[in-house]
């Protein structure tokens, strides 16, 4: 057989033969970047899918920005149209200085809510996860009207999914100054990486690049004042679960709570607790730390098309 009769061979072969393993279909050909002015600051976010499908907006956590979703989504944009914002102070929007914008989780779900409504976005489905959840549960009690279906993961809303170390985050919200190591610790190299691989069995299926990235913007000019303001206005959403877990049991959207059980800062109580006022929700717990979408992102996109198209959103 001559060398170009077997090359002809192995190629036929090799398309011959199916994958053994289907997966999803994905394309990143929608995904657009966008800057608007929102109360006078500049406010990025991704956007992907059909305009005219039902949307999920995707609300990122710390210290992350929409950066977090880009391998989840195309794997929704085929069927969905997806937001992505970045939070004023995180990842392309602008970080104004805590003397020219309040950095609360009041201030940010308003800003954000205020993006939605210039963007004529009416009917949402919410992705929550750390930071995202207070901004997006404020969002959900204001306007329990545009919610259609809320995906929570490791995105808390009770005492009890409260791991060991708020208790000294507890402390710096009693005197911030006389505690300031607690702030020191929260923005360090050290747990800037621990947030992403702290519990994971596949170590290798993280990229390094993921924490250098967000340390590198954590040591930015200003972003020390910036996110010691958030973490001492913490405090209100821990003061805000009661109003939250209310406004659930009364309204009763469809919820989807998927969480990295390896989680050591939003612990698995806290994921179990949505059942306790919301009988009829879905829970997973996964086989991932505090960043579940690094390690699972493919099994949250499958959870999330399943779990939508079962309340036909």
Aim: charged share 20%; with cysteine; proline share 7%.
């Amino acid at each position: 057989m001559s060398a170009e009769t077997f090359l002809k061979a192995a190629a036929a072969s090799i398309v011959g033969h199916p994958k053994k393993a289907t997966s999803l279909e994905s394309t990143s050909a929608t995904t657009t970047y966008h800057r608007v002015t929102v109360d006078g600051v500049g406010v990025f976010y991704r956007e992907a899918g059909p305009k005219d499908a039902p949307t999920i907006v995707l609300l990122h956590g710390f210290p992350s920005s929409s950066r977090e979703f880009d391998t989840l989504i195309p794997l929704l944009a085929t069927r969905y149209h997806l937001v992505a914002p970045d939070f004023p102070g995180f990842g392309q929007s602008d970080a104004p200085p805590p003397s020219s914008y309040a950095y609360t989780f009041d201030n940010l779900a308003k800003t954000t809510n205020t993006l939605l409504d210039q963007l004529k976005i009416k009917k949402y489905t919410l992705f929550l996860h750390d930071y995202g959840g207070p901004v997006g549960f404020r969002i959900a009690l204001a306007h329990p009207e545009r919610l259609q279906a809320l995906i929570i993961k490791n995105a808390n809303a009770y005492q009890e999914g409260l791991g060991a170390k708020w208790a000294g985050i507890a402390r710096y919200w009693d005197d911030p100054k006389a505690h300031r190591e607690v702030f020191d610790a929260f923005v360090s190299f050290a747990a800037t990486e621990q947030r992403h691989t702290l519990g994971t069995s596949h170590p290798e299926r993280y990229n390094p690049d993921t924490w250098t990235d967000e340390y590198a913007h954590l040591s930015r000019p200003g972003q020390r004042e910036i996110q010691a303001d958030l973490l001492y206005d913490y405090r209100t959403n821990v003061a805000s679960y009661p109003a939250w877990q209310a406004s659930l049991r009364e309204r009763a959207p469809p919820v989807l709570v998927v969480w990295g059980r390896n989680d050591p800062s939003f612990i698995v109580p806290g994921a179990e607790a949505f059942k306790r006022d919301l009988p009829d929700c879905e829970i997973h717990l996964l086989d991932a730390g505090h960043f579940a979408l690094d390690e699972k992102n493919d099994d949250i996109a499958s959870l999330v098309l399943a779990f939508l198209a079962k309340y036909s959103v």
